[in-house]
């Protein structure tokens, strides 16, 4: 086993072990999260504080779809769909080209990537996840960029190897792929949203 293997697969158990003694996102967000946000930003109703309303995980086949055809294509996306549909608990849904890009060898319907939308428990279970397992053991990594949270409040981030994901094991992945993730908040304002964020847990950068 290569050492870098060996650490992510020692980081994730000391994580996973870390994780289970924390309480739920869910559990915390009612009981944690709503009191500090109406007593910051003065919210009278429990109701109107923000909340992450969907998660939003996809991934691009890149070459596989210009570059590859019949059998290996094939094998090959539904390698990543497997993995996929493992870290996010849910079958993911095909996505397509909405046109052609002849300098891409892209023709209109042709499928390109995957995406998988969470909301609800899935949705907390995955950010359980995300926060306190997979962006730990994230080669280099060093904190979430205030950068990637729009005007709204909503934040993208990239994953560059999904075998960081305690899903995955690393000895068995066929091939390393990339993954972004959007999380969608309802609160229309960036202060707020950055400021629910930081109570969840979300590693962000001062």
Known sequence: MKLRERKNIESAKSAEKKHKNMIHLKE?????????????????????????????????????????????????????????????GQSPVKTKAKKSIAGFKLREGMIVG??????????????????????????????????????NGNLTIGIKEHICFPEVSPEKAKSIFGLEITITINAKDKEKGIELLKLFGFPLKS
């Open 114 to 151: 995957a995406k998988v939308t969470l909301r609800g428990r899935k949705m907390y279970d995955f950010l359980e996840r995300l926060i306190n397992i997979t962006l730990p053991r994230s080669r280099d990594f060093r904190g979430i960029d205030q950068k990637a949270i729009d005007e």
């Open 28 to 88: 915390k967000y009612q009981k944690q999260i709503i009191p500090a946000m109406k007593e910051k930003f003065g919210y009278k109703n429990s109701m109107a504080v923000p909340r992450i309303e969907k998660v939003v995980v996809n991934t691009g086949f890149g070459r596989i779809s210009s570059e590859q055809t019949g059998k290996d294509q094939e094998k090959n996306i539904e390698y990543i769909l497997n993995d996929l549909s493992l870290i996010c």
